[in-house]
């Protein structure tokens, strides 16, 4: 029997657009099951100062309705990606190319193959909670 190749890639996935629908369809690619890291909500305010528009329940919603996504599992700090790859048995970490060599590490800590996608350049949850803001004006 063939065994299953595990991917797995992180984010906040708010304000859910195209450019995240790319993400994690070429992630899929590199498998045969996608687990998704999805920042919780506490996680992107402490590390990130980021407040989300989507809670993390409405967020995981989201994510789970994808067909390329397999599994959704709360991101709750940046060191849990060690322990999650070892968990999960994940051949493949996948990130967008915004964090190239942030996770490099990984390569050495890990089993785990690292890949960096090009972002989708014209689209980003940033871009379009500026326009939003902008339009209010």
């Not at 409405?58 to 070892?86: F, G, M």
Request: net charge neutral; charged share 30%.
């Amino acid at each position: 029997m063939l065994s299953m190749k595990r991917v797995i890639t992180y984010g906040t996935f708010d304000l859910l657009h195209y450019g995240h629908i790319n993400l994690l369809r070429r992630a899929k690619e590199y498998g045969d099951y996608l687990i998704v890291g999805l920042s919780t909500d506490e996680f992107n305010w402490d590390e990130k100062q980021k407040k989300c528009y989507f809670s993390y329940e409405k967020r995981k919603q989201l994510l789970e309705a994808i067909r390329y996504v397999d599994l959704v599992i709360p991101e709750q700090s940046w060191d849990q990606k060690v322990t999650d790859i070892a968990e999960y048995h994940v051949d493949t970490f996948v990130m967008g190319d915004d964090w190239q060599g942030k996770f490099d590490y990984l390569r050495d800590k890990t089993s785990a193959e690292v890949i960096y996608l090009p972002r989708t350049a014209e689209i980003s949850t940033t871009q379009i909670k500026a326009d939003l803001r902008q339009r209010r004006k």
